[in-house]
């Protein structure tokens, strides 16, 4: 198994761009759940899903788009980047009957 | 609400305990976790504890819960130079599928 994967690991973008941060599992977990990291501030959460066709959102949801079209995948769509985005983004899964979260090995994102 | 903190920085000497502390607020927390991040790297789950109990061990780690004062502490016997890292607790609601608040970590650097 490759756990939880993550593209890309760094991306520049400039003010207004769009971008999507993919992020993939192959442990067949209902759970996935994006999380963006800032120094000083722990990881937030940005949205979840419960399982395929489900989404939620989490502690900072705003200028973040998401989608659970399949088990595997959850990716993170960005409309309109802003500074304020820099940061890095962690993917995490995990099986209903398990505590254990699995984490991807982040993206590294700087908005200009 | 939910909050948890913990001190940002902790520095020991190679081969004496590490004592990392967390308080929390949300008294109806379920779980409640150490996860570690070493430096460009993704969280790895150290442990967990369940609210009903008092303390866990594995190994070099030692978890203990206060649920009257809402405080986590993980202590790590033995420390060695490869545990230099950032240390999260992190807790989990009951019913809150897959969210869980993480403190804003704290630094471990173990010293020669």
């Known amino acids: 198994n490759a756990g939880v994967t993550q593209t890309p690991k760094f991306q520049v973008l400039k003010t207004g761009q769009s971008m999507t941060l993919q992020c993939a599992q192959d442990?067949?977990?209902?759970?996935m759940s994006w999380y963006r990291q800032d120094p000083g501030m722990g990881l937030r959460l940005i949205h979840y899903?419960?399982?395929?066709?489900?989404?939620d959102q989490g502690e900072v949801p705003n200028g973040y788009n998401v989608s659970r079209s399949t088990t595997e995948d959850f990716p993170l769509r960005l409309l309109s980047a802003a500074p304020s985005q820099t940061s890095v983004y962690f993917c995490?899964?995990?099986?209903?009957?398990?505590?254990?979260?699995?984490f991807g090995p982040g993206t590294r994102l700087l908005v200009l | 609400g939910e909050d948890v903190e913990q001190s940002l920085f902790l520095s020991v000497r190679e081969g004496d305990s590490s004592v990392i502390n967390c308080t929390y607020t949300?008294?109806?927390?379920?779980?409640l976790y150490w996860y570690k991040q070493e430096p460009g790297a993704g969280l790895q789950l150290l442990t967990y504890?369940?609210?009903?109990?008092d303390m866990k061990q594995d190994q070099r780690l030692t978890v203990l819960l206060n649920k009257k004062d809402k405080h986590l502490s993980l202590r790590i016997a033995d420390t060695q130079t490869g545990d230099s890292a950032i240390y999260f607790c992190?807790?989990?609601?009951?019913?809150?599928?897959?969210?869980?608040?993480f403190g804003t970590g704290t630094q471990l650097k173990v010293e020669l």
């Open positions: 504890i369940f609210s009903n109990m």
């Open positions: 442990m067949n977990h209902e759970y």
């Open positions: 995490a899964s995990r099986t209903g009957g398990q505590e254990t979260q699995y």
């Open positions: 949300d008294s109806s927390s379920t779980y």
């Open positions: 992190a807790e989990s609601i009951r019913g809150g599928g897959n969210k869980l608040t």
């Open positions: 899903s419960v399982g395929a066709g489900i989404t």
